[in-house]
């Protein structure tokens, strides 16, 4: 299991959430996605390693930014 988190700017409600899961979500090996539009934290968890770039293109396509901390 893989666990990442990341620091998305630019949510501010549930729906904000709502679209980043949705995007996310379309990643092939991604089984949880928990995201907050009041921390705007995004951890991503999954079964294998997902790269860094899909999750930062996928988050791009919802209509906000993300950065890797973990």
């Known amino acids: 299991m893989s666990v990442i988190e ?3 700017t630019g949510m501010s409600c549930g729906h904000c959430e709502m679209s980043v899961r949705e995007e996310v979500g379309k990643i092939g090996p991604v089984k949880h996605i928990d995201v907050s539009a009041a921390t705007g934290k995004l951890v991503v968890t999954a079964e294998a ?7 930062i293109a996928a988050v791009d396509e919802a209509g906000y930014q993300a950065v890797r901390v973990s």
């Open 6 to 8: 990341y620091q998305v």
């Open 49 to 55: 390693p997902v790269d860094d770039a899909a999750v």
